[in-house]
């Protein structure tokens, strides 16, 4: 059953291949099972499969490597709304004020929550975590957020 759910899930990883191009933002599963953001930036067909070259972004280049495009270590970006997001927009530092909300992509569990900007100081922003009954406050990377409402 297991082997046939992985098939599966290859059939349609590689009939999604034509959604794949250079530029492209997607999830990756890293070492310590968190979903990073990486950039496609090379798609090649070896032994009738796709490969792509993803980069980490803001991070080192020795993590930049070729994974194979039926890997279940790969995952689309979607909205909320369950759309595919081919490319991420982008907050900077210079974008945010004190009291904006924003998505913010946590690591342990990876997912997307609701987050306020509590201060930005150069390009480091601060931001107290959404929901349940408590706040928590993070430094964070520009590659963890995206405009409120996008993934949450």
Known sequence: MIVD???????????N????????ELYVLDTVSSWECVDIKQIV??????????????????????????????????SKQGQLVDIRPRITSELVQPGQYL???QYLPSCWVSAQVVRVIDKDIEIDLIGGSRIVSHYCRSVQLAPHGTFT
Request: aromatic letters at 20%; a positive charge.
């Open 103 to 105: 998505d913010f992509l």
């Open 17 to 24: 291949v034509c959604r794949v191009f250079i530029g492209m």
């Open 45 to 78: 067909l070896m032994n009738e499969e796709y490969f792509i070259y993803v980069v980490y972004k803001e991070w080192s280049t020795k993590w930049n490597e070729w994974i194979p495009i039926s890997s279940a270590r790969l995952t689309w970006m979607k």
């Open 5 to 15: 759910l992985i098939k599966l899930i290859r059939q349609y990883l590689s009939a």
